[in-house]
């Protein structure tokens, strides 16, 4: 999970991504210790497991997005997807009947089909990213809705679905460690995207449409090509969080999902990826992603209440994209 980003100023970046990486660790760490000190609560067994659970979907959604910020991009859907991703695995494990892995599979696919279509938005039909996603993102919710009859969809005749990620393998072989199969996939995730960021064509490419569209498209690189790899490749990812949630909760709620695209992006901004593309990493998300997560968390230990959650979140969210700011400053 190293820092990679294609410009001339490799060395540079690569310093100022990791010191980046490390004063958002250390931020965590503060918030795990003041959290602590604050709330005999905070570091007991089922709270801790309570973080990670919320982690695994949000880290894995902040995933997503980090590969579509890195090309210079938005995704403001990737919240409505997962729930739509849920109510399609719904629709093909309860009312249709079909085996687990048919229902895990429709997921994935129904994610990347949609990550594809707005690709092909992006890229094909020249509608910015922010705007083609808000439609995305709606045309979604509306789906999900009409799909699932604006009513839960329950899993309770799928046998093993809700220990995707609340069963434990790890705790069948280690029973003084009880983590959840959410976490574990939220890392098999991360060290997927990491490998592609890092060791493959498509992830060199998303570095370079972030640094330089235009330098890329010159070179007589197919840039719409690769654009939509990128769009399929984060909505897979997606379908995957929707499995996630769905499990979780051991039903797709059709009406869930909006809002988590705005979590999913402070995880991305505050774990160093640039929003004006061309650099970021998957450690520096999964950072992000947990500094979201315990600070909800210690906030409701505390008895704060939601309105102030969100403001402390978003003002988080300014100092981070600040920040990101004063470092291309100096580069």
Not at 112 to 119: E, K, N, Y
Not at 191 to 200: D, G, P, R, W
Request: proline fraction near 4%.
């Amino acid at each position: 999970m190293t820092d990679t980003a294609a410009t001339p100023a490799k060395s540079g970046v690569r310093i100022s991504g990791a010191f980046h990486r490390l004063l958002a660790f250390s931020g965590l760490i503060a918030l795990v210790v003041v959290f602590s000190l604050a709330s005999p609560n905070f570091m007991q067994t089922q709270n801790v497991l309570a973080i990670l659970q919320a982690t695994s979907v949000n880290g894995v959604l902040a995933i997503a997005a980090t590969l579509v910020i890195i090309t210079g991009g938005i995704d403001l859907s990737v919240g409505t997807l997962m729930t739509f991703c849920a109510v399609i695995t719904g629709v093909v494990l309860t009312y249709l009947g079909l085996p687990l892995p048919l229902g895990v599979l429709a997921s994935i696919l129904a994610g990347m089909g949609c990550g594809l279509v707005s690709g092909v938005i992006i890229a094909k039909l020249k509608v910015p990213p922010f705007i083609a996603t808000l439609g995305m993102m709606l045309i979604l919710k509306g789906l999900s809705l009409v799909i699932s009859g604006t009513r839960p969809i329950y899993f309770n005749d799928t046998p093993g679905f809700d220990q995707i990620a609340r069963g434990s393998l790890v705790e069948a072989i280690l029973p003084a460690v009880p983590l959840p199969n959410g976490v574990l996939i939220l890392f098999a995730v991360a060290i997927f995207a990491a490998f592609v960021l890092s060791k493959t064509a498509l992830g060199r490419y998303t570095f370079a449409l972030g640094s330089n569209e235009e330098a890329v498209r010159l070179s007589g690189v197919n840039v719409d090509r690769w654009k939509i790899a990128v769009y399929a490749l984060a909505g897979s990812i997606c379908g995957v969080a929707g499995l996630l949630i769905a499990s979780r909760l051991n039903s797709a709620q059709p009406a869930l999902g909006q809002g988590y695209e705005l979590d999913a992006i402070a995880a991305v901004v505050i774990g160093g990826t640039s929003l004006s593309g061309g650099r970021g990493t998957v450690l520096g998300t999964l950072i992000g992603a947990l500094i979201i997560s315990v600070l909800a968390n210690g906030l409701r230990i505390l008895s704060v209440a939601q309105e102030w959650q969100t403001v402390v979140t978003g003002s988080i969210i300014i100092l981070a994209v600040y920040a990101d700011i004063l470092r291309r400053r100096t580069l």
